[in-house]
């Protein structure tokens, strides 16, 4: 497949987001080097987002928008950013050989002193193992294999172009062994095809066997261009489970789907991937990092209550209650000043009158103040 290189000088590198995104990778900020990805996986996401732009979904795999300036933009962007987490995603691909962007964006973290989340498809990540280790010293470095399944026949059909689930398995085991925390991104995970506890167990004992903390599992999604290449994918495994499919997501022909699988599926995936995680000494939540200082209790804070919102959403809660906890979290974790002094001054009516925070989630918020502040550092 012939590849197109298209170089450009954006405005901007750095995406900061209105909030972290709790409670799956933390990040606030993204940034890409490159847009589009040669391994094509026809699940990807990026196919049907505005990541895009106004370019041609097929294009996707074939044309190769790259930012030439990303490490100036980047060194002159950070310096004006709080120290939250980068979140990035596939920035090792083969266009990295050419243009080495992704090595220069990390050192440009390293220099910075930013905490740094990656999620990647590619054994290639270990060859800067350097500089994340260096990250790591500095400050912290998360990294998530995405790995959907060990069906290998999956693998041909949804993702026939990416690398080889056992080298990221391997190459996961080398981050590991360096001390950095690693971990599987079982997303997305295909209903009907791809479900089941067997194929999740799978998955969950390879990353327990080769060094990971956590197992983190999703529903696949469906939106725009990138819902039709899957569908396409799903009948060339068996054009039986069309209709299947079609039906789970209200899918009429012709018209749109809905975005999200139906929320019982995703607890029913979401509970059994905590049972296997229990079973098999993981976590299925990835663990926050947080910057020692004035306002890490307000970050541990808004940490459980993003676990709570999860929780929530496991056991089917009313959509009401879930943003309840959700906005609070959101409230804490922006919050400028410690919540533990605040509490400590006004007790709860002064948590009473932060944003979003009412009666019972000021007790909560009290309660775990308390039990913190009581907590050596090093176990919180
Ligand atoms: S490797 Fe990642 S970015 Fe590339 S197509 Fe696959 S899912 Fe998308």
Redesign the pocket.
Known sequence: MKLEFQEYEPQRIVNVHKHVDGPWFWGKYTAHPYIG?R???DF?Y?RGSRYLGRRDPDSF?TLIQVKTNAVHLLRKELPRLDREVIAC??WQ?PTEDRYRLSRGMLEVVLEQGFPLFIIE?SPLLTRDLDLLIEINRKTWVGVLY?ISSLDPALKRTF?PR?PGVQRRFKAMEQLAHAGIMVGTSMMPIFPFVGDDEEQMEEVVRATKDHGGTCVLGGGLTMDGAQAEWTLEAVKRLDPRWEPHWREFYNWEVGEKPKQNPPGAFNSRIGLTLRELCDRHGLLDRMPRYIAPGPLSINKRIAERLFLRTYDLELEGASSSRIWAYRRAAWTVDEHQENIGALYHDRDEDGLRELPAIGNRLAGLIANWIRELEETPVEHR
């Open positions: 990805c391994s094509g996986c990807c990026l795999d995603g596939d691909q498809r995405s993702e990416s």
